[in-house]
């Protein structure tokens, strides 16, 4: 099978584990994978596994979240479908953010300019969105930058409290607050 099969376990454990938890046999026992089949999938090891998973959610992103706040249209309805889009990939705020997880441990220094350019890509579309939309530009990055910490936060809360609702309050508040008028 094409390694690509094994992307969707591997986010899952890296969701699960972090980056320092999924041992590689975890990942093995998880993929079904030995250990050599491991590393012929993927010969860099972890580093390479998480790089594929960090490839796949930038597609994802580029796929599903970035066309939609590119699109034509107003920005409450761009907004809407953003956040009913990270509903889908955060299952009802079910699951952890990656990208959160891969700025802890030792994962970070290795990691950190990739999941950085992931969240400045996604802040600046929707800072975009509002700009496009008439709001000045500084309000409009900082609305940007507010609405990742809502979602972040509340993906954070939702995981401590084993509650998907403060995830799910945000998601279906954010895109009024952000379009609200200055």
Partial sequence: ?????????????????????????????????????LYHHFPGGKDE??????????????KNVLPALRCKGDALTKLKVMCDRLYDLYEGGHQPCMLAILLMGSARD???????????GWIDAMAGVLIEAGIDEAVAKQRGEDAA??????LVLSQALDDPSPFQRVIQQLPMQMCRAF
């Avoid at 992307?7 to 250990?35: H, M, N, V, W």
């Avoid at 290795?110 to 400045?120: I, Y």
């Fill in 110 to 120: 290795v990691f950190h300019p990739q999941v950085k350019a992931l969240f400045c």
């Fill in 1 to 37: 099978m094409p390694k690509e099969t094994y992307i969707p376990c591997l986010l899952q454990l890296f969701r699960q584990y972090g980056y320092d938890g999924a041992t590689l046999s975890k990942i093995s026992e998880a993929t079904g994978l030995g250990k050599a089949s």
């Fill in 49 to 62: 596994m998480v790089t594929a998973v960090l490839d796949f959610l930038e597609q994802w992103l580029e």
């Fill in 149 to 154: 910490i809502a979602i972040q936060g509340s």
